[in-house]
């Protein structure tokens, strides 16, 4: 894993995209999901799981608890008769925050559950006071202890009602993991709607939990004695898909997307159509192409604002490859980050490469130069996100770009340069 360090990207622009890309697993799916196999013993099998820096991650830190895996293809079982730990050590979950989803989970099954404290991230500081103040309500006491939050319920967990100050994707799945075996009823209000959420509800239910309310802001969760070892498939990236349109727009092109959900990226594709693109929604597969001969060269991009939202408004995990895409618009776009206070790390990146980006506040001020607009510059990737959205900048720039730091794009999207070059782009991985 620590030799992925030492690659970077290096991207030749102006190529426009052509093909076929098939979507892999949702990474903010499989996560939860695969911490959700630590509820009942037995052997889970989980499709569609992504090959990921993040699901390694998660695999890792499962078998440190006592949970055997073995993967084939995009088939991953996962046996977890004995767990022989509940601690979830600073090794594992400083390199990703999700790892604090084996609370819920852990507390339900053992009562006990000790799990490092997520320090600050790239996008901000990111605090689980929703997951803490929750797991309270069901009777958990936790305490901070050397960097660690140690978590025990004296007895049986018992439900309660919890609302959430705004929707947390993680909280409410760490929650819903605690409550499903809590006794009574458990009410999760303001809770987040993400589709990635909705898979883990069809899990746990799957498993014999009692959870009404999926896709709602209000979960209710009917507690049960036990749940047993399950089948389940991860749903499609919705943030994958939309990177990939979004690649489509700035670089021109014709590209049929498949496997996905064209119903989970309607926000963003509603800002696509107002930007130029046209998409042809199936039920599991979406054409995309730049009308005009459907070259990027020959048809100007309109500047669009966006203000991200938790789910089902725009995602804030679209908005820096959203932003890349405005920097070649025709005028002024405003991109307001509504969720995490410091997501704008691309900015001074895109700006090595040509952007003219300024920001206020919450707001980014996107001063589009027009297609051609951006040329090729040695760039550092800061985040996943942000590291996607140089990636889409370096495919529509003019000459050459190299990405440095690309173990982020390995923490969440999987063979991206291959499925790049699966469409035309001239994109190689070499070593730094
Ligand atoms: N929040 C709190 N207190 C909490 C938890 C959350 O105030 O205890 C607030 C945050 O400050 C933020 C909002 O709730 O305003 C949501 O943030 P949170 O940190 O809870 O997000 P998350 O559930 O941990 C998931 C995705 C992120 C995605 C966000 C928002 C996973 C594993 N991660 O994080 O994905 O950005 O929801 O949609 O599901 C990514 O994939 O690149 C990524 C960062």
């Not at 009942?40 to 090959?51: M, W, Y």
């Not at 100050?165 to 009410?187: D, F, I, K, W």
């Not at 060269?297 to 604002?305: P, Y």
């Not at 090729?376 to 990405?403: K, N, Q, Y």
Request: a negative charge; aromatic letters at 4%.
């Amino acid at each position: 894993m620590t030799g992925l360090t030492k690659d970077k990207l290096v991207i030749d622009g102006g190529v426009p995209l052509y093909g076929e890309v098939r979507i892999s697993g949702a990474k903010n799916a499989a996560l939860p999901l695969l911490a959700a196999t630590l509820l009942a013993p037995g052997e889970h099998v989980l499709h569609n799981v992504p090959d990921l820096r993040d699901t390694r991650t998660m695999l890792q830190l499962l078998e440190s608890l006592g949970a055997h895996w073995e993967r084939q293809g995009d088939t991953v079982r996962v046996n977890t008769e004995t767990l022989t730990s509940a601690e979830a050590p600073y090794d594992l979950v400083k390199t990703m925050r999700a790892s604090v989803l084996v609370l819920g989970p852990l507390l339900s099954r053992m009562g006990y559950a000790r799990v490092s404290l997520p320090g600050g991230c790239a996008i901000g500081a990111r605090p689980i006071d929703y997951h803490l103040k929750g797991f309270e309500v069901l009777g958990v006491h936790s305490a901070l202890d050397q960097g660690y939050v140690e978590a025990k319920v004296a007895d049986r967990l018992k439900g309660g009602c919890i609302r959430f100050g705004t929707p947390s994707p993680t909280a409410t799945e760490n929650l819903l993991m605690a409550s499903v075996c809590a006794a009574g009823e458990t009410r999760i209000e303001n809770a987040a709607r993400e589709p990635e959420v909705g898979n883990l509800v069809d899990m746990l239910n799957a498993m014999g939990a009692n959870i009404e309310g999926k896709d709602s802001n209000c979960l209710i969760v009917h507690g049960v004695e036990r749940l047993h070892a399950t089948t389940v498939s991860v749903i499609p990236d919705r943030i994958e898909t939309g990177t990939y349109m979004i690649a489509v727009a700035a670089c021109g092109g014709k590209v049929l997307l498949k496997d996905c959900v064209p119903d989970h990226l309607q926000a963003l594709s509603e800002k696509l159509q107002l930007c130029g693109l046209v998409i042809e929604a199936g039920a599991s597969d979406m054409l995309v192409y730049c009308p005009e001969g459907e070259r990027g060269s020959e048809c100007a991009l309109q500047s669009i604002d966006v203000v991200t939202q938790p789910y089902p408004g725009f995602p804030t995990d679209l908005q820096a490859q959203f932003m890349a895409l405005m920097t070649l618009s025709k005028d002024t776009a405003i991109i307001h980050e509504t969720i995490f206070e410091n997501r704008f790390m691309h900015v001074a990146e895109l700006a090595r490469m040509g952007a003219d980006i300024t920001i206020e506040g919450s707001r980014a001020v996107v001063r589009g130069s027009g297609r051609g607009g951006l040329s090729g510059a040695p760039v550092m990737a800061t985040d996943l996100r942000a590291s996607a959205s140089l990636v889409i900048a370096a495919l529509a720039a003019r000459g050459r770009t190299e990405i440095f730091r690309i173990y982020h794009l390995e923490r969440g999207y999987e063979k991206m340069a291959e499925k790049l070059r699966g469409l035309g782009a001239r994109i190689s991985r070499q070593r730094e």
